[in-house]
């Protein structure tokens, strides 16, 4: 009985959180919301339905807070996988002062539970809410760094977390944040939280200054208004929705997501553009690829439901190069490497040969110096077939084709541009001595010395020949 009663109370309460939203969407909108994400709220209905959620069915700020998070952490894993890279991936999740930072600041703890490295940027930390004191609490006990400041060098992230601005944000930006999306603007791919900072949350970007152009989106509940003029990878998170969503969603008209399974940001289609019309469907993260051609008319191309030609720049997968693309050519013992990067993080990645300027290899060099073993074990763990600067000796180029070159490729040794290995053996009576051939035994050998540090970093068998260090593949 009194089961039955509470699902009718239930039933009566979301029959009245329907005719509300309703009705206010028809007073409050005079915009046209349909957009490439189906029917889009504004914001007074993002503020309205934040609101309802507290009041009707009780959810506290942290519990929201929590699963929007839990969502955007969701969302950086789906677009950027952590089985890509050999060790944490770095993400930099730049906080605002309002809950969309707070929605940062929990996914920064989550992102660390899925074996990330973040790094949180929280310039305006909201000190009088016990909420966000808490956050910030638990990312320290957790050792995550929170700064005040963005770093100098953003090339070392993978992924920037837009956790600015969300549906409240109106005007222009003030400063400290003016800065802060201007750098931001031309730095690593980033992913935005319920609103591309600096956005207006219906206008969509300003007409004039910096606009942060995100390769990814995930709104939280529903799209707002300023998602049709996304063009990138577009999630949907927030477990926060209640019951019978097909049922709202047929009478409100609007785009409320459907997470039914364990996954918690999903990603949306943008349907084939063959009409000049671009409407996308919420597709629910384990849809069959034939289901979503089929919906679709193209390719869904494994997880990626996406279209290539319709993601942002940065937000394309890459793919590796063939073989045959990269050239390698030594030069009085240094070699180029000639091809396109596609290190995740590379800012051009048609154009960079990572010469001088890759910041990646830089970084490697300020932080390894001429620690070999510790250079090279940066240097692979950048991830395959990082393309090495023309600073990159003979010898790490050995090491690294050692680990990936395909067993046709031709050896990085080109003649007369290969390093002798030096006789550096203090034995007296060792066989080499006076010869320019390198002593194969021998403690102090230079030459075993780093033969050693060698196998121990790549686990390659690496063996002495007369002219130098050579690969035994
Ligand atoms: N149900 C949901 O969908 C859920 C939503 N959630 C999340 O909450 C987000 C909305 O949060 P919110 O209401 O706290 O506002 P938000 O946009 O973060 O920031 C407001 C701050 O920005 C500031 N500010 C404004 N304009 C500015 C300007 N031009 N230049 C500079 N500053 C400016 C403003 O300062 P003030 O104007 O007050 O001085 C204030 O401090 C939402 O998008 C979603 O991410 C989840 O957490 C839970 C479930
Ligand atoms: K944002």
């Known amino acids: 009985m009194r089961e039955q009663w509470k699902r009718e109370s239930m039933?009566?309460?979301?029959?009245?959180?329907?005719?509300?939203?309703?009705?206010?969407?028809?007073?409050?909108?005079?915009?046209?919301?349909?957009?490439?994400?189906?029917?889009?709220?504004?914001?007074?209905?993002?503020?309205?339905?934040?609101?309802?959620?507290?009041?009707?069915?009780?959810f506290s700020v942290d519990q929201l807070m929590e699963l929007a998070g839990l969502s955007v952490a969701c969302?950086?894993?789906?677009?950027?996988?952590?089985?890509q890279y050999s060790t944490n991936p770095a993400v930099l999740l730049v906080c605002g002062p309002?809950?969309?930072?707070?929605?940062?600041?929990?996914?920064?703890?989550?992102?660390?539970?899925?074996?990330?490295?973040?790094?949180?940027?929280?310039?305006?930390?909201?000190?009088?809410?016990?909420?966000?004191?808490?956050?910030?609490?638990?990312l320290a006990q957790l050792s995550v760094p929170v700064e005040a400041a963005l770093p100098e060098n953003l090339e070392?992230?993978?992924?920037?977390?837009?956790?600015?601005?969300?549906?409240?944000?109106?005007?222009?930006?003030?400063?400290?944040?003016?800065?802060?999306?201007?750098?931001?603007?031309?730095?690593?791919?980033?992913?935005?939280?319920?609103?591309?900072?600096?956005?207006?949350?219906?206008?969509?970007?300003?007409?004039?200054?910096?606009?942060?152009?995100?390769?990814?989106l995930i709104s939280?509940?529903?799209?707002?208004?300023?998602?049709?003029?996304?063009?990138?990878?577009?999630?949907?998170?927030?477990?926060?929705?209640?019951?019978?969503?097909?049922?709202?969603?047929?009478?409100?008209?609007?785009?409320?997501?459907?997470?039914?399974?364990?996954?918690?940001?999903?990603?949306?289609?943008?349907?084939a553009q063959a009409q000049g019309v671009c409407a996308s469907e919420l597709v629910p993260g384990h849809l069959p690829n034939?289901?979503?051609?089929?919906?679709?008319?193209?390719?869904?191309?494994g997880k990626d439901v996406v279209p290539d030609d319709a993601l942002h720049p940065l937000a394309r997968p890459r793919q590796a190069p063939a073989a045959a693309k990269w050239d390698w050519v030594g030069t009085k013992g240094r070699v180029r490497a000639q091809?396109?990067?596609?290190?995740?993080?590379?800012?051009?990645p048609d154009s960079c040969n990572a010469g001088a300027g890759c910041p990646v290899h830089l970084r490697l060099q300020e932080q390894h110096g001429r620690d070999t073993e510790q250079y090279l074990r940066a240097m692979l763990a950048e991830g395959p077939f990082h393309p090495f600067s023309k600073?990159?000796?003979?010898?790490?180029?050995?090491?690294?084709?050692?680990?990936?070159?395909?067993?046709?490729?031709?050896?990085?040794?080109?003649?007369?541009?290969?390093?002798?290995?030096?006789?550096?053996?203090?034995?007296?009576?060792?066989?080499?001595k006076g010869t320019d051939r390198a002593c194969r035994g021998g403690r102090e050998c230079e030459g075993r010395v780093r033969l050693g540090s060698f196998q121990r970093v790549i686990g390659s068998p690496l063996v002495f020949c007369n002219a130098g260090m050579r690969i035994a593949l």
């Open 220 to 271: 939280l509940t529903a799209p707002k208004m300023c998602a049709a003029h996304f063009k990138g990878r577009h999630f949907l998170g927030g477990r926060f929705a209640l019951n019978d969503l097909e049922r709202a969603n047929a009478e409100l008209g609007a785009l409320l997501p459907q997470l039914r399974q364990a996954c918690q940001g999903l990603s949306v289609v943008r349907e």
């Open 339 to 348: 091809g396109p990067c596609w290190r995740p993080s590379c800012p051009s």
């Open 11 to 58: 039933a009566r309460k979301w029959r009245c959180w329907v005719h509300w939203v309703k009705h206010r969407s028809t007073v409050l909108s005079g915009i046209p919301r349909q957009g490439a994400c189906g029917r889009l709220l504004n914001q007074k209905e993002a503020i309205a339905v934040d609101e309802e959620l507290m009041a009707s069915p009780g």
């Open 75 to 83: 969302a950086v894993a789906t677009a950027f996988p952590r089985e």
């Open 290 to 301: 034939e289901e979503v051609e089929a919906r679709h008319g193209h390719r869904a191309g």
């Open 156 to 216: 070392r992230y993978c992924v920037v977390v837009d956790a600015i601005f969300g549906f409240s944000f109106s005007g222009a930006v003030r400063a400290p944040f003016d800065e802060i999306i201007r750098r931001l603007s031309s730095g690593p791919p980033v992913l935005s939280v319920d609103i591309p900072s600096g956005w207006d949350v219906e206008q969509g970007p300003p007409a004039e200054g910096v606009t942060l152009q995100p390769g990814f």
């Open 391 to 432: 600073h990159a000796s003979l010898n790490e180029v050995s090491a690294r084709f050692g680990r990936d070159v395909p067993a046709d490729y031709p050896l990085p040794v080109a003649p007369g541009h290969v390093r002798k290995a030096k006789h550096t053996c203090r034995r007296p009576d060792c066989p080499f």
């Open 98 to 138: 309002g809950n969309n930072g707070g929605d940062g600041l929990v996914a920064a703890r989550h992102l660390h539970h899925f074996g990330y490295a973040p790094h949180v940027i929280y310039p305006k930390a909201n000190q009088k809410s016990q909420l966000f004191v808490n956050l910030t609490t638990q």
